[in-house]
């Protein structure tokens, strides 16, 4: 009986292990993914429009999208995420809310962009 107790845990737990490493590794690639490119578009739209004096006199925009930025990042609790066998997709872990001001985000800088 108990040799049989050993021989599954001899298979299983490095099984489990090996699940929860690529699992652990997963989740590290995209919450850092999603924190480089969300950090990326405030520094984008911080350079492009330095100069701007609408942007500069209403800093209320760049208010608003440093804060959306980070409500969005302590939404995702990496261990939270480790755990819980979710995919690893922004509708998954985010709201329609979240989603929609990342694309307002991009879309911001896209459009005034084109108006330069």
């Known amino acids: 009986m108990s040799e049989t107790i050993i021989l599954i845990f001899s298979f299983v737990l490095p099984a489990l292990m090996a699940i929860f490493g690529i699992r652990n590794n997963e989740v590290h690639i995209f919450v850092t993914s999603l924190n480089d490119i969300l950090f990326e578009e405030l520094k984008r739209i911080i350079?492009?429009?330095?100069?701007?004096?609408?942007?500069?006199?209403?800093?209320?925009?760049?208010?608003?999208?440093?804060?959306?930025?980070?409500?969005?990042?302590?939404?995702?609790?990496?261990?939270?995420?480790v755990f819980i066998p979710k995919p690893l997709k922004l509708p998954y872990w985010l709201s329609e809310e979240d989603i929609s001001f990342i694309q307002e985000l991009k879309r911001y800088r896209i459009d005034k962009t084109k108006n330069t």
């Open 47 to 81: 350079l492009t429009y330095s100069d701007d004096d609408e942007f500069n006199a209403d800093s209320e925009n760049y208010d608003r999208f440093q804060s959306g930025v980070e409500d969005i990042l302590s939404k995702l609790s990496y261990n939270r995420m």
